[in-house]
């Protein structure tokens, strides 16, 4: 799909130039890569703590049930 996107030269250098990216193409695909990354993790931790914990749980019991 052909897009026309008005990037930042010098960042999109810099990011060629980290990544080891020969072209522009891969630097932008890693790059938005990298975000959705980071944004799913970013949910993960919205959760971190909002968890019942069971401390009485026996979990090495729960295994021999079958």
Known sequence: MATNL???EK???EVKRLGGHRTK???V???LQEYVT?????KILEVFGTLE???N???K???KRK
């Open 11 to 13: 960042l999109l250098e």
């Open 25 to 27: 193409r891969a630097a």
């Open 61 to 63: 019991g729960a295994r």
């Open 57 to 59: 749980y026996d979990y």
């Open 53 to 55: 914990w069971d401390s």
């Open 6 to 8: 008005a990037l930042d």
């Open 38 to 42: 980071r944004r799913k993790q970013k």
């Open 29 to 31: 695909n890693e790059a």
